[in-house]
């Protein structure tokens, strides 16, 4: 078994999307070894993904599978401590802010492998959460911080005088550009007809942690003036069906599973409105020119919000103000916004560029 140039370490969903452009551009400049750290695991949230991006299967999977922060975050630190002990790569390269960043890059930076930090320098108010927790975590420990944007950039040159920094864009754009031209139309990729309809996602463990505000949520959407398109992650619907039957939103909300990447693409290009809590979906209606309400009150992705194609609307005002919130949205944005607060879609080119200096040095 040769030693590896790079280990490029991903696990949930949105990473397996990110990890397949990367891959590809980390190739260019030296041997990977693709680890997969298994945090997501089911058909939907993760091997659909492959097939649909062509991504090639991981190197090594390390099976965590679900469980509380400490036991899932100790169960990635252990067994990729294992992989780099034995594989030896010369570098690490994680990406955004879940337990499977933090596990993978705790895990090199004790065995001395110099970590770079895919989408560094995001911060949010909430120091608690667990994403900024891991997030500012990994910041500190990394030596090369690529950052998505000028403001993230900032952030880190004023944290971190000792790393290398480059402010790469977001790779998750790349991605987005590669695939646009094949999404296919809103009506192959769910249940919608030719009219104006809603695409909402919801799978944030604070808002699933107060059962009684979920459905709120889902009561407010429901509420809207047009049907809504609305995956369930396993937790969010976990979470319902404990609380009440799903039938309580039948004809006003389309239920589904969770959808492929393109699917959700697809919906989020075609709909009047999307509702969201999730930091992935929020840029893509902003790439995409969808007007979109983000159930949080606060944003990593505040440019979104300036630029004008955000709003926020903390989830406990939802009940109340949602309808008022999404009309004033779609009224307030109508696409025109400028797009590349993140970058063009070169950014697994240039992170590739850092870590071939990282290699170099
Ligand atoms: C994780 C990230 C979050 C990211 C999201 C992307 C952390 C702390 N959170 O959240 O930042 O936005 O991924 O999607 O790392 N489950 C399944 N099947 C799966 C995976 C999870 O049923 O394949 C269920 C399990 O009940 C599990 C729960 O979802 O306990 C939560 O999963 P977990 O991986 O802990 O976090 P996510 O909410 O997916």
Not at 23 to 34: C, E, F, H, N, P
Not at 80 to 96: C, D, K, N, S, T
Not at 267 to 279: I, M
């Amino acid at each position: 078994m040769s030693r590896p140039d790079i280990a490029l370490c991903y696990g949930t969903r949105p990473q397996v999307i990110k990890a397949s452009v990367l891959r590809r551009a980390l190739a260019r400049i030296g041997s990977v070894l693709a680890v997969d750290t298994g945090q997501h695991y089911d058909y939907e949230l993760n091997a659909l993904l492959y097939t649909q991006l062509g991504v090639e299967p991981a190197d090594v999977l390390l099976e965590v599978g679900s469980g509380g922060h400490a036991e899932q975050t100790a169960a990635i630190l252990v067994r990729a401590e294992r992989v780099l002990v034995e594989r030896a790569p010369r570098a690490v390269v994680v990406i955004g802010d879940t337990n499977s960043t933090v596990g993978c890059a705790l895990a090199a930076a004790k065995l001395r492998i110099p970590v770079v930090h895919v989408e560094a320098g995001l911060r949010a108010a909430d120091a608690l959460m667990a994403e900024e927790l891991n997030r500012r975590l990994v910041d500190a420990i990394a030596q090369v911080l690529c950052t998505p944007s000028a403001r993230a950039t900032g952030r880190v040159r004023a944290e971190r005088c000792d790393a290398v920094i480059a402010q790469t864009g977001d790779v998750a754009r790349d991605v987005l550009l590669s695939v646009e031209p094949r999404l296919p139309a809103p009506a192959e990729a769910g249940p919608v007809g030719p009219g104006p309809y809603g695409y909402a996602t919801l799978h944030r463990a604070e808002l699933t942690a107060v059962p009684e505000r979920l459905v709120a949520v889902l009561d407010a959407l429901a509420g809207l003036d047009l049907p809504v398109v609305l995956p369930l992650h396993p937790r969010t619907r976990a979470v319902l069906e404990a609380r009440t039957p799903l039938t309580r939103w039948a004809g006003r909300l389309a239920l589904l599973p969770p959808v492929g990447y393109l699917e959700s693409l697809a919906l989020t290009r075609g709909a009047e409105l999307v509702v969201t809590d999730s930091g992935g979906v929020q840029r893509e209606a902003y790439w995409l020119g969808a007007p979109c309400v983000t159930l949080r009150s606060e944003t990593e992705w505040i440019e979104t919000v300036e630029l004008g194609a955000n709003l926020l609307l903390p989830p406990e005002a939802a009940a109340a103000e949602l309808a008022e919130a999404a009309e004033r949205q779609r009224r307030r944005s109508a696409g025109g916004w400028n797009r590349d607060a993140y970058g063009t879609g070169d950014a697994a080119a240039r992170v590739a560029d850092s870590v071939a200096g990282l290699l170099a040095a």
